[in-house]
């Protein structure tokens, strides 16, 4: 089980730059997926970025894909989302979440895998 808690959102014009963080704590002694999802009103949640805690390998959404950078820094126990170049459909609630997968070897998207969840952070392009 890992406590989540975001962080830094608020209000950007467009092509604007953000940086979101995560304080994440209970993860460090098992392998996990950790990743950031966003949900804007009346749309479904949708994972943004997602990172698996071994190796930092990161899986990103066509959307995020070249605008985008997810990262941990083990040290402070902090999860990261870059965004740069931020876009009026960026508008969302942003979630960081976590499962546990030690045997895959990677993560995936399927939001009914995360078990842990933070209670969001907003971010507003405009």
């Known amino acids: 089980q890992v406590q989540l808690v975001e962080s830094g959102g608020g209000s950007v014009q467009a092509g604007g730059s953000l940086t979101l963080s995560c304080a994440a704590a209970g993860y460090a002694g098992r392998s996990y997926c950790m990743g950031w999802f966003r949900q804007a009103p009346g749309k479904e949640r949708e994972g943004v970025a997602l990172?698996?805690?071994?190796?930092?390998?990161?899986y990103y959404s066509n959307s995020a894909k070249g605008r985008f950078t997810i990262s941990l820094d083990a040290a402070k126990n902090t999860l990261y989302l870059q965004m740069n170049s931020l876009k009026p459909e960026d508008t969302a609630m942003y979630y960081c979440a976590a499962y546990s997968e030690p045997s895959e070897g990677a993560c995936f998207f399927t939001l009914r895998r995360y078990t842990d969840w933070g209670r969001g952070t907003q971010v507003t392009v405009s």
């Open positions: 990172l698996w805690t071994p190796d930092h390998s990161t």
